[in-house]
């Protein structure tokens, strides 16, 4: 898991952050990647790549709550399903926040949906929590390995990627 998970040599980090990380590292996820491998009606349909690559950047997207407290953290579709599965076990969800985070992380599903302004603020939150992901671990999160390029953000999709104007590459025509 540290792999996937490190941020870059030379991020400054405090031990509280380190133990936050570790926290974050250390959450098994294992029931919530079977629960979104299952058929649409229970699931997602995620394959097991698909299951493991999302925990990966969900995990990060985590961290970015301890690296970055400060700013707003938009997710991409696949991130955005799993944190979904996540709050849906609502005892776990608050003990894993408590734990990792020291709060509840609460989940603000409509940012974007009230008008133009707030649809440009939601895509340039999305865009520097990219730039974020670029920075930390090198790699951009509109560039999945195992989510296809068209569709990638199902019912999240907005004619923009997820609605996040993720650049996930698709025509958004992903519903």
């Known amino acids: 898991m540290q792999a996937i998970m490190a941020p870059r040599p030379g991020l400054k980090q405090d031990a509280k952050v380190v133990t936050q990380i570790a926290a974050i590292q250390a959450l098994d996820f294992e029931m919530i990647k079977r629960k979104l491998m299952l058929p649409p009606d229970e699931g997602k349909s995620f394959t097991q790549e698909q299951a493991d690559e999302a925990e990966k950047w969900y995990k990060r997207y985590l961290t970015l709550m301890v690296l970055r407290p400060d700013h707003v953290h938009v997710p991409n579709g696949p991130i955005d399903a799993f944190w979904h599965q996540h709050i849906l076990d609502t005892q776990r969800y608050g003990a894993d926040c408590e734990q990792c985070l020291g709060f509840f992380l609460h989940h603000y599903p409509y940012f974007g949906l009230n008008g133009p302004d707030d649809a440009q603020n939601r895509d340039r939150a ?19 390995e195992f989510f296809p390029k068209t569709g990638v953000c199902g019912q999240n999709c907005n004619g923009g990627g997820s609605g996040t104007g993720c650049g996930q590459g698709c025509s958004g025509k992903g519903k």
């Open 126 to 144: 999305f865009d520097q929590t990219n730039a974020f992901y670029r920075e930390i671990w090198g790699e951009d999160c509109t560039a999945l």
